[in-house]
């Protein structure tokens, strides 16, 4: 959006600041500016100079020779222009002159004439980027003139941008009403005075609107016995600064306002309407109309369109029709200010890929308020350029007319949010200057939202917003948020992450899958999908129902792994399950689940398949990091796991969690030839018995510790876990026990196996002698023979 700082300078006292920093204000308060330009940057020596006489060239068909009278001189010019003539007035630029096209000119021949300089069209004075021909003057324009005074370049061109929601800030007025609650200074508007004919505007034209919610307020104005012409120049210019091409007095007007109001306008030539008639209606499907850019767009019932008796005529809100629209020729107008919806005129502008200045607006949101000052002031520039007469009265249809919003606004809530004191009566300031209604109360003020603030400003905390940045961001100090002392504490989130990063420490990756699960994952299990929670609008097939175990998703992950050849698999997963309560919401208890297959390292060089004491391992290192202690239980309760190799989980006798290997069955129904291990526990009770606990700590050994090994043969059948029970009963100074290898084949008789522990011992007052270790361990291998193992030679 381009604005200019002369034209700004109409609407509210900026003299004593420069445009730079006008922007810089703009800017604070939240109305982005991109660039600050002067209008006549690199433009030297350009004067206005009057065609005396036209000559042909003698040696180029298509060049001419001008001799032209720039003020204190007649000078030679060599032109290609077609659309120069005697008498012209033109921009000329003298030897020496710079143009803001990068050019310098200078005195040279051109086949063999001498040409003292150049004829300037609007490109070439950096008005536009392209042009026809030369730019004609005005016939009074005045000989020898600098052109920068006389096209009024001594401006700068501000160029901002605004977020979608305010719309408002796409006009001068718009942007000197910010400017007015900075600066506390009253806002000019321009003239919108116009005389009314004799003639009634219901006897001209007639109006229909069939859609009141796609187009709440339409009002149209009838002018006859217009002279359509050329803009005035100085029009023309403020066109060409923001990035519109002139094109006739009409046109120019609606645009110019446009711009200076922000309420787009339309000018029909009210001879082209059929019936003399204005009907606003939805398009009927496969209904055409050619717009004024000369394209035959093809419409909708989606699309709403100002029709006549017969066809439409244009497409609400972004473009016209290209027949009836208004030329040079045009006597007599029908002039529309009209509100419409922003969905609607979105919806088409979209579809259509059809954006215009008008959608821009509309789409956004306008002023409703607005239709109707700015089809006063369009009529009075109409007036005073084109002359004509206005019609008494209007064409409207306005059935509900804006109702301002009512907002409570609370000075001390305000000063809480923002964290600094404003008072209140600076906050009523700022919201009034900037077109607020306010009324002070006790303790809180009454405020109404002006029309061209309804779409962005509906709730309290909007008002204090717009406080905010009028008061001024950089007047709004940082602070820390209060903090309550008896605000429980809860490291939670913390111990989770610690623990993420333990298991990851040992080798594991961290799987995240989704908390749905399918029933025909879930049968593969030998579950029953109907004690599950189902969901209303599930994803697909395959996520259904809300997973109540964990462990399911890792299989299905390293299944997946295992057909792309990836064998070895270790992952974990710490996530919600959500336990069915029948009408009730279901329970939603934090897990861990681990899962391991494949080869695991013996050390650096050598590997070997995972067994039941790998995941055993990880489960008791997490419980260790805990300092929980738990018991684990042969089970064969769940049908999914070895019953040789599975074991419950039990802390002072509460089940909390499983362990063992994927039963060969469910392999089978995966179609995987490796053994899978598993564990899944509540996590939510772990960390509760956890953090349970008081932490103490101990003083580091002074003696050093003395290790034995021992190996056993017991029965196939014989838990490890009793096993280490009759060690523990008498291991005196036994500091730790460590299962180390479990064994079964040649050299051990059929139905047996081998297991073999590392004791550690130590005394805290002495060191320990080999006869007291040798006594000690005498006492545990009896005891171990008397459970029924014997002694590994």
């Known amino acids: 959006m381009k604005i200019t700082y002369n034209w700004l300078k109409e609407f509210i006292d900026i003299s004593d600041l420069t445009p730079q920093e006008v922007a810089d204000i703009l800017t604070d308060i939240g109305i982005e500016v991109d660039s600050v330009s002067y209008a006549a940057e690199n433009l030297e020596k350009v004067v206005t100079g009057k065609i005396l006489s036209i000559t042909k060239h003698p040696n180029a068909d298509k060049l001419k020779i001008c001799q032209v009278d720039v003020g204190n001189e007649t000078i030679q010019i060599v032109t290609g ?115 009314t004919g004799s003639f009634k505007a219901e006897n001209e034209a007639e109006l229909e609107v069939l859609d009141s919610a796609a187009c709440p307020r339409y ?31 009409v046109v120019d007007a609606t645009n110019y306002v446009m711009y200076e109001l922000g309420q787009p306008l339309h000018a029909f030539d009210l001879e082209k309407l059929a019936g003399k008639k204005v009907v606003v209606r939805r398009a009927k499907d496969g209904e055409k109309i050619l717009t004024l850019d000369g394209t035959e767009r093809k419409l909708t019932s989606d699309d709403l369109v100002i029709a006549d008796a017969e066809k439409p005529v244009a497409i609400a809100g972004i473009m016209g029709g290209e027949e009836s629209g208004t030329t040079l020729e045009t006597e007599n107008i029908l002039l529309e200010s009209a509100h419409f919806d922003p969905m609607t005129i979105r919806k088409t502008s979209k579809r259509l890929n059809l954006s215009t200045d008008s959608s821009y607006r509309f789409e956004r949101g306008a002023d409703i308020e607005a239709c109707e000052f700015a089809a006063a002031r369009t009529l009075h520039l109409i007036q005073k350029v084109c002359s004509g007469e206005v019609a008494e009265g209007r064409l409207e249809h306005y059935p509900k007319p804006y109702t301002p919003k009512v907002i409570v606004f609370n000075p001390e809530k305000s000063s809480r949010l923002l964290g600094v004191q404003i008072p209140a009566r600076k906050s009523s300031e700022i919201l009034s200057n900037l077109g607020f209604t306010v009324k002070k109360e006790q303790d809180y003020i009454v405020v109404k939202v002006p029309s061209w603030r309804k779409y962005d400003v509906t709730r309290e905390v909007d008002l204090i917003e717009e406080v905010a940045r009028i008061y001024g961001m950089k007047n709004i100090t940082s602070t820390y948020p209060l903090m309550h002392s008896n605000v429980k504490k809860d490291y939670r989130y913390f111990y989770i992450q610690e623990i993420k990063e333990f298991i990851a420490s040992h080798g594991y990756n961290e799987a995240i899958n989704y908390s749905f699960i399918g029933e025909k994952l879930y049968s593969k299990f030998g579950f029953d999908v109907s004690k599950l929670t189902k969901i209303a609008n599930p994803l697909s097939e395959e996520w259904v129902y809300m997973r109540d175990y964990l462990f399911p998703s890792l299989v299905q992950n390293a299944v997946n792994n295992i057909n792309r050849n990836e064998k070895d698999v270790a992952l974990f997963e710490v996530a919600k399950i959500f336990v069915n309560k029948g009408e009730k919401l279901p329970e939603e208890p934090l ?97 509760s018995e956890a953090l349970s606990k008081k932490v103490t700590f101990k003083q580091i050994p002074k003696f050093p510790p003395v290790t034995r090994d021992i190996a056993v043969v017991v029965e196939k059948e014989k838990p490890v876990a009793e096993i280490e029970n009759v060690i523990r009963s008498k291991a005196k100074y036994l500091e730790s026990l460590k299962l180390f290898d479990v064994y079964e084949g040649k050299g051990i008789p059929e139905g047996k196996k081998s297991v073999a522990f590392s004791l550690r011992f130590r005394a805290k007052d002495k060191t320990l002698s080999d006869e007291e270790v040798n006594t000690i ?17």
């Open 81 to 195: 222009a077609d659309n120069v003539f005697e008498g012209a007035i033109v921009p000329v630029a003298l030897h020496g002159a710079k143009l803001p096209i990068g050019i310098r000119i200078k005195r040279s021949k051109l086949r063999g004439e001498v040409s003292n300089g150049m004829l300037c069209s609007e490109a070439e004075l950096g008005l536009t980027d392209s042009s026809p021909g030369i730019m004609i003057l005005p016939e009074n324009t005045e000989i020898g003139k600098d052109i920068v005074e006389v096209l009024g370049l001594n401006d700068w061109i501000i160029e901002y941008e605004i977020t979608t929601n305010r719309p408002d800030a796409l006009s001068v007025l718009g942007i000197a009403r910010e400017l007015k609650a900075v600066l506390n200074k009253p806002i000019v508007l321009p003239d919108t005075s116009f005389e």
């Open 219 to 249: 009002t149209g104005f009838i002018v006859k016995g217009i002279k359509n012409a050329q803009s005035p120049l100085w029009m023309q210019v403020r066109l060409y600064l923001v990035g519109l091409r002139p094109i006739n007095a």
């Open 591 to 687: 897990h861990v689940a681990f899962l391991l297959t494949g080869k695991v390292k013996d050390d650096l060089y050598r590997e070997r398949n995972a067994d039941f004491y790998d995941i055993k391992g990880i489960v008791e290192s997490l419980l260790e990091k805990l300092n929980v202690n738990a018991e684990f239980t042969a089970q064969n309760e769940k049908p999914f796991l070895h019953p040789g190799q599975s074991a419950k989980i039990t802390v002072d006798g509460e089940e909390v969690g499983f362990i063992g290997k994927l039963h060969p069955d469910v392999t089978e129904k995966f179609e995987i030839k490796q053994d899978i291990f598993i564990a899944e526990l509540n996590l939510d009770k772990l960390l």
């Open 777 to 793: 361990m005498n006492a545990i291998i009896k005891e171990l023979e008397n459970y029924g193992a014997t002694l590994r030679a």
